[in-house]
């Protein structure tokens, strides 16, 4: 009787865990600001508790946003710098965070009004932002390209110009909620969106050491994407 020599099959290692794009620049912008990882990265709402979470096209928004107004008048006096703050605070969850994904990786996720959830701190603050769909759009080459979840666009200006019409429907609901409060007039408010920008285009790419020059190009490509859909971004801060 022969015996037979039984080999064990060649097994390929299944991997369990597959990183989506969306998770990949999320991993990036916490390490951006190792000290405060939720500065720039967002969270998928979907994933977390609903505790201290509100959507930022929710109905109870001007009751929200009225809330964040009295929290910073305890503190400031003057009304016109308590609404600029909680206006500043408001623009840098719709464009400030949009933005770091945008000039590092050219990449976006949509910052428009019905994405958008806010999240706040035990002391009322905003400390974290969300979105319900972490569809990516990215440029042509892009590693993610053809990946579940990312969207090609065909050029920096299609991405640019994508993103501030995107992000002029979250904006330009927060400004209206936010006279309610106090008057902040539209040269105004615009204003410190395009400050936003450019502080952030050059800042950004200290932190995260990628190009000083194509962030500057991004974010310039931004604010005329503003200036052309008749938002005045470039008026005097």
Do not use: K
């Not at 706040?120 to 990215?138: E, K, Y």
């Not at 991004?218 to 801060?237: E, I, N, S």
Request: charge should be neutral.
């Amino acid at each position: 009787m022969s015996t037979m020599l039984l080999t064990r099959p060649e097994v390929t290692p299944i991997c369990l865990f597959e990183e989506t794009a969306f998770e990949a620049t999320r991993t990036r912008l916490r390490a951006v600001a190792p000290d405060a990882p939720r500065v720039y990265a967002v969270a998928r709402v979907d994933e977390e508790p609903r505790r201290r979470w509100w959507r930022l096209a929710g109905e109870d928004r001007d009751r929200r946003v009225e809330l964040l107004y009295r929290r910073v008048l305890e503190d400031v006096e003057d009304p016109r710098i308590a609404v600029e703050q909680v206006a500043g605070a408001l623009i840098h969850v719709i464009v400030g965070r949009v933005l770091a994904p945008l000039v590092v990786e050219g990449r976006a996720w949509d910052p428009g009004l019905e994405n958008l959830w806010v999240h706040q701190d035990s002391d009322g603050g905003i400390d974290w932002a969300g979105v319900a769909d972490d569809t990516l759009r990215v440029l042509p080459g892009d590693p993610a390209e053809g990946a579940r979840g990312v969207v090609v666009l065909p050029c920096e200006r299609a991405l640019t110009v994508w993103t501030a019409h995107r992000a002029v429907t979250a904006l330009s609901a927060v400004h209206r909620t936010l006279q309610g409060c106090a008057p902040i007039d539209g040269v105004r408010f615009w204003s410190l969106v395009g400050r936003a920008v450019v502080a952030g285009s050059a800042q950004l790419p200290l932190l995260a050491c990628s190009s000083r020059r194509v962030s500057a190009r991004r974010g310039q490509q931004l604010l005329d994407a503003f200036v052309v859909a008749g938002f005045p971004v470039r008026g005097l801060a």
